[in-house]
């Protein structure tokens, strides 16, 4: 079945930068495309970011984070990360990753990003 281990959040001033990273075990993930979601508060969760499978050259955004928001991915890593600049208010949530469109993980336990204005 595998498992995702998502790290990488914290507090961080608005405008300021963090990267997240989705640590795969279990199987890999080299054939998946990938993606990044978020859960705010009291919301559902939402698409942010995805990143075709094998080499991962080609991504796609949200449009509230186009621009400041980068997906890649590190297959000998198993891993897929989010790099986040430019960090707002309404970006505040717990982020998760999983393979996409279809899911096939359980879903791990997120991380928290906390912007701070």
């Known amino acids: 079945q595998g498992r995702l281990v998502e790290s990488g959040g914290g507090l961080v001033q608005a405008g300021g930068s963090l990267r997240l990273s989705c640590a795969a075990s279990g199987r890999a993930i080299r054939e998946y495309a990938m993606a990044w979601w978020r859960q705010a508060l009291g919301k559902e969760r939402e698409f942010v970011a995805g990143i075709s499978e094998w080499s991962g050259n080609s991504a796609h955004y949200r449009a509230s984070v186009e621009g400041r928001f980068t997906i890649s991915r590190d297959n000998a890593k198993n891993t897929v990360y989010l790099q986040m600049n430019s960090l707002k208010d309404e970006d505040a949530a717990v982020y998760y990753c999983?393979?996409?469109?279809?899911?096939?993980?359980?879903w791990g336990q997120g991380t928290q990003v906390s912007v701070s204005s």
């Open positions: 999983n393979t996409h469109p279809r899911q096939t993980f359980d």
